[in-house]
């Protein structure tokens, strides 16, 4: 059994939550959120839960739905829900010493030590909402997997107030006999399919598995989660995130694009955006690729799909650099009289900032002043957008398909809301 104690605090619808926060005339009626180009359900409250409506249900198929019932719909607005989740993760962090930012709404919390969790995870859940004001439910259990499962119960039950403890073994096991194997975390549809056919159905019978045959019969990481079904901690709290080895900036665009400058500007944005993430992350990138293509799924139009990748001299995460090969990229793969649908840049070969080996006619005092300039950059950009390159395109987001867009309430001084 596990001496340690896991939390994990997840906020409830948290895209229609973050909608809801300055439009309580919303509260208590069917909200949706929608993906990029306004193609697809990605979040729904409980009301358009109750209705039956499934996540990733293409929004033109239940437009007579949403009418009938008043489903207000909106488009994704992540600037919106990224600073959100950073207030929601910074109170948090007051709450524990040990937090790990599990998603943009999730994070696991380090509780051990602390007595009555029950009364503890309602505390968790009145100071976010006071500081906030984004609803969360809270799963406690000795592993991460438990807490996870936990979590589930919290959602699901009404009764359990929004938090549910499983450090008692008895009620664990009564929580586990009617979970499903494919609520269980790690457990993919594949797998849940897989373990179907050999008549295990619920998270109990995965526990009730012997740790060998799941290894054996499936892998390492079904033989981890058995153990952590059963009181058995196999995964740690990872408060710094691993460094990613890649960057990818893509979208598809709201309409097809033939003209060589839109797309070029396009390709301009997504690189700014790519080497804003890369500082933020405090990493150099060494490769750049840029690819775009056209949709597969129109037969009626020419198909073309490319790439191009180079190689920067000197690792660097200065956006003048890597948008000057960007463009050359780009224009090694344009060809006239294709409509693309969509186009992107990844960044990848990364190394942390201390580990530059720096050319002899670009010395470290060189770098070091383009580091603060671009810091500046970001500083003045931060939630604005003021600055841009001139390749971009001025108004943000002009390529994708946003009819239903609320105001960016947190991070724009002209969309704070407005009181008389």
Request: proline share 4%; charged share 25%.
């Amino acid at each position: 059994m596990s001496d340690k104690t896991f939390a994990l605090v997840d906020c409830n619808n948290f895209y229609c939550s973050c909608e809801r926060l300055f439009r309580p005339d919303l509260k208590n009626r069917p909200v949706a959120v929608l993906s990029n180009n306004d193609g697809c359900i990605i979040a729904r409250s409980q009301e358009v839960k109750d209705l039956g409506i499934k996540m990733g249900t293409p929004y033109f198929k239940v437009r007579d739905l949403i009418r009938q019932h008043d489903i207000q719909i909106f488009s994704s607005n992540y600037s919106l829900y990224g600073d959100i989740s950073q207030r929601v993760m910074q109170t948090l962090e007051e709450l524990t010493p040990h937090v790990e930012i599990y998603s943009i709404d999730e994070a696991f919390l380090d509780l051990g030590g602390f007595d009555d969790l029950t009364g503890y995870g309602q505390r968790i859940r009145r100071r976010v909402y006071r500081h906030v004001g984004v609803p969360v439910s809270v799963g406690i259990a000795p592993t991460k997997t438990l807490a996870k499962l936990a979590n589930y119960a919290a959602k699901k039950f009404s009764r359990t107030g929004g938090v549910v403890d499983l450090s008692d073994p008895l009620r664990r096991k009564r929580l586990l006999a009617i979970t499903p194997v494919s609520e269980v975390w790690g457990v993919g549809r594949r797998h849940s399919l897989s373990l179907n056919e050999l008549g295990i159905t619920t998270a109990l019978q995965l526990a009730e598995m012997h740790v060998k045959f799941a290894r054996k019969r499936y892998s390492v990481v079904m033989e981890r989660t058995v153990r952590e079904l059963n009181g058995e901690s196999c995964i740690d709290l990872e408060e710094l995130a691993p460094a990613r080895k890649q960057i990818v900036c893509s979208r598809s665009f709201g309409e097809k694009i033939s003209a060589y400058q839109p797309l070029r500007q396009a390709i301009c944005e997504f690189t700014a955006r790519a080497t804003e993430k890369l500082r933020r992350e405090q990493q150099r990138a060494t490769v750049v690729t840029v690819f775009i293509r056209t949709s597969p799924f129109r037969p009626g139009d020419a198909y073309d799909s490319n790439a191009a990748t180079g190689t920067l001299v000197q690792a660097s995460s200065d956006t003048r650099e890597i948008l000057q090969l960007a463009m050359q990229l780009f224009d090694r793969i344009w060809k006239a009289g294709y409509r693309y649908a969509k186009g992107g840049v990844m960044l990848g070969g990364f190394c942390r900032e201390d580990q530059v080996q720096y050319r002899l006619f670009h010395p470290q005092r060189q770098s070091e002043q383009d580091d603060r300039l671009m810091r500046t950059l970001d500083t003045i950009n931060q939630g604005s957008g003021s600055v841009w390159f001139g390749g971009q395109q001025a108004r943000k987001d002009w390529f994708m398909t946003r009819e239903n867009l609320s105001p960016a309430y947190t991070t724009r001084w002209d969309s704070l809301p407005r009181i008389g």
